[in-house]
């Protein structure tokens, strides 16, 4: 059975900056297919920044400028840096791996989840 363990999440301000993390078994990570997809309440798991079948990463719009997708192979370890957070950013943040698109019900794995509340 894969495993991601996801940490990272908390309360924020307004402006303030987060960083999560996800740890994959090597084989997983080493797919390079995994991305971070965020769930607000009520409304339907969405892509944030995905890695792409050519490596690439995929930003949502709402993640420009913001977010960054970033790789640490020595730690099986993916990160989703994120700056300027606002409101509408609560959610709650989902690591996913094997990822076949940007559609979260083309990843075959997926992490527990990590809770993001920007509130003052």
């Known amino acids: 059975q894969v495993q991601l363990v996801e940490s990272g999440g908390g309360l924020v301000q307004p402006g303030g900056s987060l960083t999560l993390s996800c740890t994959a078994p090597e084989e997983v990570f080493n797919r390079n297919r995994m991305g971070w997809y965020r769930q607000r309440p009520g409304k339907q798991r969405r892509p944030a920044a995905v890695?792409?079948?050519?490596?690439?990463?995929k930003l949502a719009d709402f993640a420009e400028g913001r977010f960054t997708f970033s790789r640490d192979n020595a730690k099986k370890t993916v990160y989703l840096r994120m700056n300027d957070l606002e409101s509408e950013d609560t959610a709650v943040y989902f690591c996913g791996a094997d990822c076949y698109g940007l559609n979260y019900r083309l990843c075959d794995y997926w992490g527990q989840g990590t809770q993001v509340t920007v509130s003052s």
């Open positions: 890695t792409t079948t050519t490596g690439a990463i």
